[in-house]
């Protein structure tokens, strides 16, 4: 890997495994301490009775937005109220991290189990949730790992050793039996990743680190030799395998009052040949999806039909192509959203399902069209809006806030899988 561009160790490595969503979320939380803690039935009751501002149009006229749904099992606050994930014991401590799903049954987590240091090792389930069964993983105890699932069975885990000399000496992990087993890869400089791949979303961005992509059969690494040439970028990681590459990010950047960096533009690019050439297409008007990275949130499920979502000097902004990226306009479809942070995706009926707010302390939105992004309607509160394709359907996580996730065979109608005991 070349060199990442931080000042210290510490940074580069943190920076290359830690997930977008939790720092944008942990942001968010120090921006707006000042706003109160809600549960999700006060959050539906502000979505219902807030104000918001949208686009108007006769009732008679508005077409009927399916509202997300929630199965009769258990389901928990969508947005949880933050908390340390820690289970106490007798001279025993366990911090787990961010779940990843291969399909609706197979989901696999790293964790830290501290009784003489902290060595890192990975839990996994096979029958979503009932069981899960445990291993160690192939690292050394100090290392920091970004444990990545990419099918049923084939785990990839970046890891980095706490005393390596820098950032260069990050390796690669790969199980291709569910963590029975585990062998060490490289990562292949290629100038095209391999079709039907999966590609990590990963930080810093393909700006700083080009993008990487796995082979869901054997755990294979693939890296491209070229960076995006956007700025501050963030990997499109909802969008399916066969949608094309699309990175989000912005055009330039200016320094502000005590050397800030405030970045500028707005721009999303797509590769259909596996990164080897790029369409970029910039907004005009400075659309962003986050204050922290990446430009706006894309939506797509089949990379023709595409949006590009964001806020606007505190108005939401809802751009749609009908031609993979070739052409944009900006549609009718707005509405008040502040500061928040914009989650997106066009879910397989058809609806648009836009979040504005991914912590409590956001007091998150939820928006939803099934004209094309013309009027943005409220609706329920809950997951959708944010969910990663896998084998079956969907999956959406609750991290950093809880390390459980939301399952969906049809990305409407979602159940909860609860953390496990470790």
């Known amino acids: 890997m070349p060199e990442l561009d931080f000042a210290g160790l510490n940074a580069a490595a943190q920076a290359g495994f830690k997930p977008h969503f939790e720092q944008v979320a942990l942001r968010a939380r120090r921006r707006r301490q000042r706003h109160r803690i809600v549960t999700v039935a006060a959050l539906a009751m502000l979505v219902a009775g807030s104000g918001v501002a949208v686009a108007a149009r006769p009732a008679h006229e508005r077409p009927a937005v399916p509202a997300p749904g929630f199965s009769p099992e258990h389901t928990p606050e969508f947005?949880?109220?933050?908390?340390?994930?820690?289970?106490?014991?007798?001279?025993?401590?366990?911090?787990?991290?961010?779940?990843?799903?291969?399909?609706?049954?197979?989901?696999?987590?790293r964790y830290h189990e501290c009784r003489t240091g902290c060595p890192p090792r990975w839990a996994g389930t096979d029958d979503r949730g009932r069981h899960w069964r445990t291993g160690p993983l192939p690292v050394p105890d100090d290392a920091m790992v970004d444990l990545r699932v990419v099918a049923p069975r084939t785990l990839v885990a970046w890891y980095l050793?706490?005393?390596?000399?820098?950032?260069?000496?990050?390796?690669?992990?790969?199980?291709s039996d569910g963590g029975a087993t585990w062998r060490q890869v490289e990562a292949r400089q290629v100038d095209a990743l391999p079709a039907g791949w999966r590609v990590l979303a990963r930080e810093p961005g393909p700006d700083r680190e080009p993008l990487v992509a796995v082979d869901p059969a054997t755990g294979d690494v693939a890296q491209l030799t070229k960076r995006s040439t956007l700025q501050n970028t963030a990997t499109v990681a909802s969008a399916p395998i066969?949608?094309?590459?699309?990175?989000?990010?912005?055009?330039?950047?200016?320094?502000?009052?005590?050397?800030?960096?405030?970045?500028?533009?707005?721009?999303?690019?797509?590769?259909?040949?596996?990164?080897?050439?790029?369409?970029?297409?910039?907004?005009?008007?400075?659309?962003?999806?986050?204050?922290?990275?990446?430009?706006?949130?894309?939506?797509?499920?089949?990379?023709?039909?595409?949006?590009?979502?964001?806020?606007?000097?505190?108005?939401?902004?809802?751009?749609?192509?009908?031609?993979g990226g070739a052409t944009w306009a900006r549609t009718a479809g707005t509405a008040k959203?502040?500061?928040?942070?914009?989650?997106?995706?066009?879910?397989?009926?058809?609806?648009?399902?836009?979040?504005?707010?991914?912590?409590?302390?956001?007091?998150?939105?939820?928006?939803a069209s099934s004209d094309d992004g013309a009027a943005l309607h409220p609706a329920p509160l809950g997951p959708g809006a944010d969910p990663r394709p896998v084998t079956g359907g969907y999956v959406q996580t609750g991290w950093p806030d809880s390390t459980g996730a939301w399952l969906s065979a049809d990305g409407v109608t979602w159940t909860w899988i609860d953390p496990p005991e470790l």
Not at 162 to 170: E, T, V, Y
Not at 267 to 277: I, L, N, P
């Open 242 to 323: 066969g949608a094309g590459l699309w990175v989000s990010g912005r055009t330039g950047k200016k320094v502000g009052d005590g050397g800030r960096v405030i970045w500028t533009g707005s721009a999303v690019e797509v590769s259909r040949d596996g990164g080897r050439t790029w369409r970029r297409h910039e907004f005009p008007d400075g659309l962003t999806a986050s204050d922290d990275i990446g430009g706006p949130a894309v939506a797509t499920q089949d990379g023709r039909t595409v949006y590009a979502v964001g806020r606007v000097r505190g108005a939401l902004v809802v751009w749609r192509s009908a031609d």
């Open 79 to 109: 947005i949880p109220t933050p908390g340390p994930t820690l289970t106490p014991g007798p001279g025993r401590q366990v911090s787990t991290g961010r779940p990843g799903a291969g399909d609706l049954d197979h989901i696999y987590l």
């Open 337 to 367: 959203v502040g500061e928040r942070t914009i989650r997106a995706a066009l879910r397989p009926d058809g609806v648009l399902l836009v979040q504005a707010g991914v912590s409590a302390a956001e007091e998150p939105l939820m928006f």
């Open 161 to 175: 050793s706490r005393s390596a000399p820098d950032s260069r000496s990050a390796r690669w992990a790969a199980s």
